[in-house]
């Protein structure tokens, strides 16, 4: 009895332990999103101010991968974007990254909100454990210049000159754009 009892408190304390870990990785994964999106919006505005949309790609195109480096060293996690329609063809989702899109089209079509919406797991692959979190990137106004369906022929044209595959256009403000995403190995 007594060793019962030992067995379910120590499974109960383990549990706890985890639960109290994730929630950490969480909070991690949060605060990297709101570096990597900050700076990402601050560099972006002040590129679109000093130069317009044309000149601004190439902050989306360099500070962009730029800024998801420094926030992964600093965190100790890789961070990145990604999408269903992507632009860059390198920021493709891999099998978990497209799942977790898809569910978030749903949860958007049943009336959530994309500006909060999150998920997170813990997923085994190759022996390997890995905590994996995704926010998913609601499109703005701002977006519409490069991501929108009335793109100015001169941001078109450079568009289609560095991205001859690009997807990422056609998008209305409120659509989902993409998502930021996170896998920190465990
Ligand atoms: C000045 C043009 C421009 C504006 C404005 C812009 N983007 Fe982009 N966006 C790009 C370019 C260029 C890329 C490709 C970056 C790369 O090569 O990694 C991109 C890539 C992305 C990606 C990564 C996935 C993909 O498609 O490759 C997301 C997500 C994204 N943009 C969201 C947004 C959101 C949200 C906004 C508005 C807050 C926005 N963008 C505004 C040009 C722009």
């Known amino acids: 009895m007594k ?16 639960a109290g870990q994730k929630t950490e990785h969480v909070e991690q994964s949060r605060e990297a999103v709101q570096q990597f999106f900050g700076q990402l919006k601050g560099e972006l505005q002040a590129g679109m101010k000093a130069g317009g949309p044309v000149n601004a790609i190439e902050v989306c195109s360099e500070k962009a991968p730029a800024i998801a480096r420094d926030v992964s060293k600093k965190q100790g996690l890789q961070i990145g974007r990604t999408s269903l329609k992507p632009r860059n063809a390198g920021n493709a989702p891999d099998q978990w990254e497209e799942a977790v899109l898809r569910e978030f089209e749903q949860r958007k079509a049943q009336g959530e909100h994309p500006k909060q919406m999150e998920k997170h797991e813990i997923v085994e692959t190759d022996g390997q454990q890995r905590f994996r979190y995704m926010k998913a990137i609601p499109t703005g106004k701002l977006c519409l210049k490069c991501h929108g369906t009335d793109i100015d022929p001169a941001v078109s044209a450079k568009l289609e000159k560095l991205y001859p595959e690009d997807k990422a256009t056609g998008f209305k403000q409120g659509d989902i754009r993409g998502a930021f995403t996170i896998i920190k190995d465990l």
């Open 3 to 18: 060793q019962i009892v030992s067995t379910t408190l120590l499974a109960l304390l383990a549990s706890t332990v985890m």
